[in-house]
T-cell receptor, first 112, second 115 residues
Framework: GENVEQHPSTLSVQEGDSAVIKCTYS??????FPWYKQELGKRPQLIID?????GEKKDQRIAVTLNKTAKHFSLHITETQPEDSAVYFC???????????FGRGTSLIVHP | SAVISQKPSRDICQRGTSLTIQCQVD?????MFWYRQQPGQSLTLIAT?????????ESGFVIDKFPISRPNLTFSTLTVSNMSPEDSSIYLC????????????FGEGSRLTVL
């Protein structure tokens, strides 16, 4: 089955800095890569996703890149703010399934 | 999108007892999922709740321990049976409102503590 590795497990940045979270996956048939944000005590919520037919997608301060050859994808957050502090999960799912396999999560801490 | 209500939101349980978690969705959905999130850990799929048939369990999870009901397209329950402290976790209901897109909507979760 699919295996998703996520790094780092913890990321601490100063407000205004950029943050990058990286994930790798094992199943070459995976074609959908969502990112979820889980604030403390809250439910995970989708913040951005990318499909295998594109290499990059942006939404304001967040962007995701995908390298299918290397089987890795990354989340980039620019101009971080304290409200970006949360646990971020990457995931991968494959054609015909759409049940994602999640990474272990990255705890992002943005210091004011 | 979907509005998902889960209850209880939290509970403290005694070893050896069972607890049933309910999940109600504000629209009919084909697929409902139950996840477990242990403290500081990722989201692990327990099973897919299928309407009108038995749930499909992931490796490491069995029906005797986690019986699931899915009586209709808006409701499901997960029972955690014969609980031990290792079952202390957050249990999350999730739905895929637009099959094929891949986006999941989650309930707020049920935080169980087993003493």
């Amino acid at each position: 089955g699919e295996n998703v590795e996520q790094h780092p497990s913890t990321l601490s940045v100063q407000e205004g800095d950029s943050a990058v979270i990286k994930c790798t996956y094992s199943d070459s048939a995976s074609n959908y890569f969502p990112w979820y944000k889980q604030e403390l005590g809250k439910r995970p919520q989708l913040i951005i996703d990318i499909r295998s037919n594109v290499g990059e997608k942006k939404d304001q301060r967040i962007a995701v890149t995908l390298n299918k050859t290397a089987k890795h994808f990354s989340l980039h957050i620019t101009e971080t703010q304290p409200e970006d502090s949360a646990v971020y999960f990457c995931a991968a799912s494959r054609r015909g399934s759409y049940i994602p396999t999640f990474g272990r999560g990255t705890s992002l801490i943005v210091h004011p | 999108s979907a509005v998902i209500s889960q209850k209880p939101s939290r509970d403290i349980c005694q070893r050896g007892t069972s607890l049933t978690i309910q999940c109600q969705v504000d629209s009919q959905v084909t697929m409902m999922f139950w996840y477990r999130q242990q403290p500081g850990q990722s989201l692990t799929l327990i099973a897919t709740a299928n309407q009108g048939s038995e749930a499909t369990y992931e490796s490491g999870f069995v029906i005797d321990k986690f019986p699931i009901s899915r009586p209709n397209l808006t409701f499901s329950t997960l029972t955690v049976s014969n609980m031990s402290p290792e079952d202390s976790s957050i249990y999350l209901c999730s739905v895929d409102t637009d099959p094929g897109t891949g986006e999941l909507f989650f309930g707020e979760g049920s935080r169980l503590t087993v003493l």
